[in-house]
């Protein structure tokens, strides 16, 4: 899987871009502002149909004009495809592929594969479940439909009942418990499933990153008591008799305390809690190896591996864990942002772009 050709339309700082890539490795480099972020945020928005920054979609059209355009051509699966995401003030957000109009975003999903690599990635060990929920929402969203499908009914039915708990109508609690159960059962095994794969994958990868010298391991922390060989049925049961119990309790907090909305991905390193107990660099040793297995599960499972976008994040790594990164990106489509060019290697031979005020011409 790789792209050929983006083109971007009063899109952010970009009035009118339209630049080929290598089917290897592309550098994008400029002094900050110059629209690096903005490029990458226009191809993870032509996959995902939503940005990885917050912002309303209308948001990104340019000062004073009516509408913005994405539009992003690629080979997958040896066919050639384009994806087009079009923000109209007027009609909305509009998504096609290959000119046909996508009604729903779930079936937008799947068919331009990337895995994104950001500044903000720091974050995921060290700070908030949320941030290890979103890793694994965005790998198994992407790989299995119907988990997507249930992320989003399951979410959509935890507001309703949070907004029933916040204004003390609980009539209709046992409701939306059945359907929190029905959804989030589906959601815990997937991500049981999940993490049962990364642990395969992530050893050998993150050996090779600590040069031997030091062995990680995942636990998923669950909010509802299940064995990890249960099946869908047995969870929702499991889950729904959670939800009853901790009813009464729930409605005099005003809050859902437990569901996969509440669960999280512990790591350690040699026994101990990496959040807790680990060092800057090896929180970052994981983070690293987690983007690689969200690559190779990718692989494993279409044979083809995702663009990688890299935003930015070579001056997160010390030489060590840039000379690994850099080793990986070979006989992959990789996309790299800096201010430098000589952040990428010659020997790797990139295709280099300069970027300076939504300008980007090729070195």
Known sequence: MYITEISLKNFRNYENLNISLSP???LVYGDN?????????GIYFSSMAKSFKFSPDMGFINFGKEKAEISVLYFSDRRKKENKIIFDKKKGKQIEINGVPIKRRIDFIGNLN??????QDMDTVKDSPSFRRKYMDLCAGQLRKKYLSALTNYNRTL??????????????IDVWNEKLAEYGSIIMWYRISLINRIKEIIRPIFDEISEGKEEIKLKYLKTVPFDENSNIKYIKTEFLNSLNKYKEKEIKEKVCLLGPHRDD????????????YGSQGQQKSIVLALKMVQAELFYQQTGEYP????????????????????????????????TEKKIVPEELYPKCFKVEKGIITED
């Open 24 to 26: 290897g490795i592309n």
């Open 307 to 338: 663009v990688l976008l890299l935003d930015d994040i070579t001056s997160e790594f010390d030489l060590k864990r840039r000379k690994y990164l850099m080793e990986k990106l070979k006989n992959k489509q990789v996309i790299i942002t800096g």
């Open 114 to 119: 990337v895995v994104l690599f950001s500044p």
């Open 265 to 276: 991905l512990i790591f350690y390193i040699n026994g101990k809690n990496a959040k807790i």
């Open 33 to 41: 502002a110059q629209g690096k972020t903005n490029l990458i945020e």
């Open 159 to 172: 507001s309703q009942k949070s907004k029933l708990l916040k204004n003390e109508d609980i009539s209709t």
